[in-house]
């Protein structure tokens, strides 16, 4: 069913670009528009993942640079019956992860650093098994390669002023200037119809299968409501400089998703919370957040409160161990 969701989205974003080759030039900008559409699907099949994971300037670690997150990544995706994918770390200090790949195998998952400093253990556990839940529905394809094309349409958009102040005498262009201005006007919209495309469902699946992953849905609960809260006042200016891509985090990183409505990249997160605390009463696992799983959990195990990556004590183990 994701192939077929992803084949429809490529046709629709295929037929924008082409739209907008056709406002800018005629048939001659339409058929440049379905090569260069044909072209970049191809690329971004392939080198989609590279090209997200180098705009935010993701580094790759191992368990000797980061033991304690890439340990707990080998773990879940080991629980979930996954292959090991690559781990990135993000410097920004908002709170905020993605999954990429265009398959399981060929998979990567990205945490920022202020995920990692600023949320507990279990909760950033919770966190990556959502992204590794994304993996494993093969959403990862849908999302890196909806990024790329979106950000093509807005590339080709931008040059319609150059095409239309260009060609005033002898313009290919069957709408003339007005033509020009539509394709502008779509340009700023094109990531919207991405995001519009990509299925909130997806969400709230995700959530769903990566608390069965980790084993706690309260744990990504608890996350959700701390990366909601920081993506309203802590700037992700990588995001801002590439808004086709903000519907790939858990969190939308440009203010956080407040409405369940047509123009939203994700479900409102106080509904994919209350989901996940029903969830939490069907696994028979304690309905309050606040109740604070990962204080308990460092303390059942007296594993003292250490940071990321400072070496020291082992860090606690979930229950997937």
């Not at 201005?181 to 699946?205: D, K, N």
């Not at 769903?208 to 608890?222: D, H, K, M, T, V």
Request: net charge neutral; hydrophobic share 45%.
């Amino acid at each position: 069913m994701n192939l077929v969701r992803t084949a429809m989205l490529l046709a629709f974003l295929t037929a924008l670009f082409m739209a907008v080759g056709f406002l800018i030039g005629g048939k001659s900008g339409m058929m440049i528009a379905l090569v260069i559409a044909a072209a970049t699907n191809l690329f971004s099949y392939w080198n989609a993942d590279k090209m997200v994971l180098s705009m935010y300037g993701a580094k790759e670690v191992d368990e000797r640079s980061a033991p304690e997150y890439y340990g707990m990544v080998r773990d879940l995706a080991a629980r979930a019956g996954l292959p090991m994918p690559r781990v990135y770390v993000i410097n920004s200090e908002q709170p905020n992860a993605f999954a990429t790949g265009r398959n399981p195998q060929n998979a990567a998952v990205a945490a920022s650093t202020g995920l990692l400093q600023a949320l507990s253990y279990e909760e950033v556990a919770g966190v990556m098994a959502h992204e590794l839940a994304h993996v494993q529905n093969r959403d990862t394809l849908t999302m890196t390669i909806t990024a790329t094309i979106a950000g093509a349409i807005s590339m080709l958009a931008n040059f319609a002023m150059f095409f239309g102040g260009n060609r005033e005498n002898n313009n290919n262009n069957p709408l003339g200037f007005v033509g020009v201005l539509v394709a502008m006007i779509v340009a700023p919209f094109a990531a919207m119809l991405v995001q519009m495309a990509i299925s909130r469902t997806r969400e709230y699946s995700a959530d769903r299968r990566g608390a069965e992953i980790c084993g706690n849905p309260l744990w990504l609960a608890s996350a959700l409501r701390k990366i909601a809260m920081a993506a309203g006042r802590i700037s992700n200016e990588e995001a801002e400089h590439n808004p086709a891509t903000a519907h790939m985090f858990i969190i939308n990183p440009l203010s956080g998703a407040r409405m369940d409505n047509l123009f939203s990249t994700h479900p409102d997160t106080g509904n994919r919370i209350a989901a996940l605390e029903a969830l939490a009463t069907e696994m028979q696992q304690t309905s309050t957040p606040q109740a604070s799983p990962a204080k308990a959990e460092r303390k059942s195990r007296s594993v003292p409160s250490t940071g990321w990556g400072r070496g020291g004590s082992q860090p606690p183990k979930g229950p997937w161990s």
